[in-house]
């Protein structure tokens, strides 16, 4: 029984592990300040639940979550939290939906330093993989070369040379994977990586 809670436990880790992913605010090129440009960095990132931010500053910056209307205006008097200090602070992504960062240091927030944060649920992004168009196979009529004269050794015009089969068949590059697909591979692995730890705990 003990083992068997131990293992549970160990997928659930896995798993979650698997699904979570760490987005360094403003990295690799930027960080936590008022030079970076926040915006676009975050529209170059998926966000999802069970991600974490994680804001790296020095000890003249802060940060503040705030509503929609305070971001748009910088206004600091009203954070959703205490104001977070000590160079580096990790905020889980838990819900979909927006959230957004500013500066409290006065002047800070209105050169730049904010962010909008959205959180994407995965069944909304799993729809995108299913557009992609399907990857099709030639069918055997095609992969087949013609033989145009009778062969000494009829037994070897059975089947189809080399050289016709190559150009028909095509497989996806690793890069042109959706994050759908790359999300259910992880998962995948490491669901098999959870079930073979079972297997040898109860041996």
């Known amino acids: 029984m003990h083992r068997t809670l131990l293992s549970l436990a160990m997928i659930a880790m896995l798993i979650y ?5 760490n987005h360094t605010v403003g990295a690799p090129n930027g960080g936590w300040d008022q030079f970076t440009d926040l915006k676009t960095w975050a529209t170059s990132q998926t966000f999802s639940p069970a991600d974490n931010l994680f804001f790296q500053y020095g000890s003249f910056h802060n940060l503040l979550e705030v509503s929609k209307a305070d971001y748009d205006s910088c206004v600091t008097s009203n954070p959703l939290n205490p104001p977070y ?8 992504l ?34 995108a993989a299913a557009q992609a168009p ?36 095509s497989f996806p590059d690793s890069t042109t994977l959706s994050s759908a697909t790359k999300f259910s591979v992880t998962i995948g692995a490491t669901v098999g990586l959870a079930f073979l730890m079972v297997m040898l705990l109860n041996m």
């Open 134 to 169: 399907p990857q099709t196979l030639a069918t055997t009529s095609s992969l087949v070369s013609p033989v145009s004269s009778p062969s000494p050794s009829p037994i070897f015009n059975t089947f189809p040379s080399v050289t016709a089969l190559s150009p028909a068949v």
């Open 85 to 92: 200090i000590g160079g580096l602070t990790v905020i889980p």
């Open 17 to 21: 592990m698997a699904k979570a992913a």
């Open 94 to 127: 838990t819900n979909p939906g927006k959230r957004y960062f500013i500066c409290g240091i006065p002047g800070h927030c209105s050169a730049g330093m904010k962010v909008e944060i959205n959180t994407i649920a995965a069944s909304v992004l799993a729809p």
